[in-house]
């Protein structure tokens, strides 16, 4: 099998009103996903999205007539990429998929993520360090009226958006935010400092009350390994599809989880990347939370997974399911492509 073609589907879904997410100073107005389209001689198409993989065009002739089940080959190639330019890593999610279409379907996992209402056990809970006692008055009202829900927190200091200088926490501050987060029961603290801070995430984690959490955009294989061999976090989620790819992350999983670690990958871009990530949790048995986008009325399935035939939904039990579709189980709404495509 060759790889015949690599079409780049850049969509942008309006957002009225805007959702204000937590780690953007800026309110969104629209959503932007690139949906990255693998053909191939024997007809088998995968697909992939993640990062907008801009600037990927010019790399695409080192991935043309090139075996896609050769994954060992192409994560290599791909490395090269992330380093000059973008983050090629849908690209890999694209190849998984064609490569569970030719093994055949997976098999059905059930990830438990039950819930209160909808169906959710778990929930995680954005505090600005810089609105404190605000973030901290929102996770102790949540506790006090969901005393069995499981809880996380994510101060977002693990990486800045484009512009945003604001000064990171330092190890003392973030300790003492763990502290108050452990009398809420609070089960892991995710981005406490920087993520290239390998050894100040180690320190923290030795004299921390929860659990540390980070990785999620980790630009590298070496700063993730840096972290493992720091022992720098008790969570591990590199996402799949904006990280180091999902070959790279399942290494990343097995040795974190040999170490009694826990994986959970970040997985806040879209259907797609949900799905990419969920397999990549399933099949080296991560979790036991797997993250779920789910922000309403900013944030819906429906809009996060407006390329896809049907949104990935939890099941009336609240687990979040594998399921038995070919590949990564992906479904493409053509229509929305067609809609939505950026001229």
């Not at 992350?249 to 797609?272: C, D, M, Q």
């Not at 990564?328 to 495509?341: F, M, N, P, S």
């Amino acid at each position: 099998m060759k790889i015949t073609g690599i079409t780049l589907v850049r969509l942008s879904l309006p957002l009225a009103p805007p959702f204000p997410a937590a780690w953007d100073p800026e309110p969104r107005r629209h959503f932007p996903a690139t949906v990255v389209l693998v053909d191939t001689d024997e007809g088998v198409r995968g697909v992939g999205s993640g990062d907008s993989m801009d600037g990927f065009e010019g790399y695409t002739g080192l991935f043309i007539g090139t075996d896609p089940l050769a994954l060992a080959r192409q994560v290599r190639v791909l490395e090269t990429v992330a380093f000059h330019g973008c983050r090629p890593w849908p690209l890999e999610a694209a190849l998984w998929d064609i490569a569970g279409q030719v093994a055949g379907p997976s098999a059905r996992v059930d990830m438990a993520l039950a819930a209160a209402e909808m169906g959710f056990q778990a929930m995680k809970i954005r505090i600005d360090p810089a609105r404190l006692s605000d973030g901290l008055a929102a996770v102790t009202a949540v506790r006090e009226a969901l005393p069995g829900l499981t809880l996380m927190v994510d101060l977002n200091q693990g990486w800045r958006m484009p512009g945003d200088v604001r000064p990171p926490l330092d190890r003392a501050a973030a300790r003492s935010i763990a502290v108050r987060l452990a009398e809420l029961d609070v089960y892991w603290m995710e981005e406490p400092l920087s993520g290239t801070d390998a050894s100040g995430l180690a320190a923290l984690r030795s004299d921390c009350p929860v659990r540390v959490a980070g990785g999620e955009m980790a630009r590298s294989y070496a700063e993730l390994t840096a972290l493992v061999e720091a022992d720098a976090l008790d969570v591990y989620q590199p996402d799949a599809v904006l990280a180091v790819g999902i070959s790279r992350a399942r290494t990343i999983a097995e040795h974190v989880l040999a170490k009694g670690r826990l994986f959970s990958p970040h997985t806040w871009t879209n259907g797609i990347g949900l799905l990419a990530n969920l397999h990549l949790a399933a099949g080296v048995g991560g979790g036991p939370y797997l993250e779920y986008p789910f922000d309403p009325p900013g944030w819906t399935p429906a809009r996060r997974d407006f390329m896809l035939s049907e949104p990935v939904g939890v099941s009336p039990d609240g687990h979040l399911l594998v399921g038995d579709r070919p590949g990564l189980g992906i479904t493409l709404d053509e229509d929305a492509l067609r809609h939505h495509e950026v001229s």
